[in-house]
């Protein structure tokens, strides 16, 4: 199974980006898809989830200005940011999960300038 991020770079304040997870050789529709972001010296934070059958949470510092979505025909799952703030800057990972079975894409990197 690979589990393949893109989209992440530089943009200023302000900015979007939108984040791809793209996995192969799986059935993606039975997993739930999780957007982790992670800054230098802290924790990793969960931003966003959405289970297979649509329903989507996000984390505080997310609300009104991330949005997730999953295309299940193309196996990809995307994070569209908006109103991205320099507090946004983090290595972004997307993680999805069946039962016992989850896998980790690598990480994409998100830095947003002042």
């Known amino acids: 199974v690979q589990l393949q991020a893109s989209g992440g770079g530089l943009v200023q304040a302000g900015g979007s980006l939108r984040l791809s997870c793209t996995a192969s050789e799986i059935t993606f529709a039975k997993y739930t898809v999780d957007w982790y972001r992670q800054a230098p010296g802290k924790q990793r934070e969960l931003v966003a989830h959405?289970?297979?059958?649509?329903?989507?949470d996000y984390a505080d510092s997310a609300k009104g200005r991330f949005t997730i979505s999953r295309d299940n025909a193309g196996n990809t799952a995307y994070l569209q940011m908006n109103s991205l703030k320099p507090e946004d800057t983090a290595v972004y990972s997307c993680h999805i999960k069946w039962g016992s079975v989850d896998y980790w894409g690598q990480g994409t990197q998100v830095t947003v300038s002042s």
């Open positions: 959405i289970s297979r059958g649509g329903s989507r």
